[in-house]
């Protein structure tokens, strides 16, 4: 394999893989990203290249394909822009790792562990400026999509890291700091696939609903799994949030319950234990069920609002991929 280039990953599908409507496609959205990715230099190829590891569900991309296909037919533009996205999100990991002190992603060790901070900002900030680029050969439009979302993501990382150890977070912060961290770019991802395929106004608001609402629910279900997954399972480091002290919508139901105070004494003092000694507590307040009872609520508004479309493959997808959010260990 030549050094300097970021090699195509095959796809492989399960038997009922939802993106078998999309696979084609998906594979040359692959192939775009390896060609935007390539690098001259053997140094920066090397860590670029890392990246490749990083690669998981391909959520976004998935997303604004089966999108595209549910709303009419998938055209280059969305391919371009599903590669635009994905790297995105994953420039968005890079720095998340940096702000989280991760040292696995995916089960291999992060750009971060490897490289170091500066290395780590600098690599999501080459993945930023490759993907307005890329998004600025579709239309002006493309590019004030993109941007717009991409300024409520970081706003959305804003939020949470200045609330930072503020026990006295609301639920209704924490919506907003998801919306925008994580939601905002899956509701991108489903408007674009309706924006490109000719899809009507109607059908543009309800797709980007769609997404919103998923991207809420796959929020509240990674801060379940920060919480009371396995990092074997997970193939990331866990209970980062903890750590960093940041609520999720578990610890903000458990700190308004009667076990409040005990819980909160064992934030302040538990160290890197914090999330094995909560555990009872979240049990006891019924935290993690009332999260988990939000998470599927926000997953049936999400398929409520693909009645606007006609039934297809890839419409009962987006219906698969939406349970499959709120229903993960990884």
């Not at 095959?10 to 990715?37: G, K, N, Q, W």
């Not at 770019?185 to 309706?194: F, S, W």
């Not at 610890?251 to 076990?259: R, Y």
Request: hydrophobic share 45%; charged share 25%; with cysteine.
């Amino acid at each position: 394999m030549n050094s300097t280039t970021i090699p195509v990953v095959p796809l492989a599908f399960a038997p009922f893989d939802v993106t078998s409507p999309i696979a084609t496609e998906l594979e040359e959205v692959e192939r775009i990203l390896a060609r935007s990715l390539r690098n001259s230099h053997p140094r920066v190829a090397e860590v670029v290249d890392h990246v490749r590891h990083y690669r998981g569900k391909r959520l976004r991309p998935v997303l604004l394909l089966l999108a595209a296909k549910a709303c009419g037919r998938v055209t280059p533009s969305h391919l371009t822009l599903a590669a635009v996205v994905e790297m995105i999100h994953t420039a968005t990991l890079v720095h998340d790792d940096v702000l989280d002190g991760a040292k696995v992603r995916r089960r291999v060790a992060t750009v971060n562990a490897l490289w170091g901070t500066k290395t780590s900002v600098l690599l999501g900030d080459y993945l930023f400026t490759h993907a307005f680029h890329l998004a600025s050969t579709v239309d002006l439009r493309a590019c004030r999509e993109i941007g717009s979302a991409t300024d409520r993501v970081c706003e959305g990382e804003l939020c949470q890291v200045l609330n930072a150890g503020n026990l006295d977070l609301t639920e209704e912060e924490y919506f907003h700091i998801i919306d925008g961290k994580t939601a905002e770019l899956t509701a991108c991802c489903t408007r674009l696939g309706a924006i490109y395929a000719g899809a009507d106004l109607e059908t543009i608001e309800a797709m980007t609903r769609f997404g919103r609402y998923v991207g809420q629910a796959f929020q509240i279900a990674d801060d379940l799994l920060d919480l009371i997954g396995q990092e074997t399972l997970a193939g990331k480091s866990l209970g980062t949030d903890l750590e960093q002290g940041k609520l999720t919508l578990p610890l903000i139901h458990l700190l308004a319950s009667p076990v409040a105070e005990q819980a909160r004494e064992v934030i302040r003092s538990a160290g890197r234990n914090c999330r094995v000694e909560l555990q009872s507590y979240l049990v006891e307040a019924g935290s993690l069920q009332y999260a988990r009872d939000r998470a599927l609520e926000l997953a049936n508004l999400a398929k409520a609002e693909l009645a606007i479309l006609p039934s297809s493959s890839s419409r009962t997808m987006l219906e698969v991929m939406t349970d499959r959010a709120v229903q993960r260990d990884s």
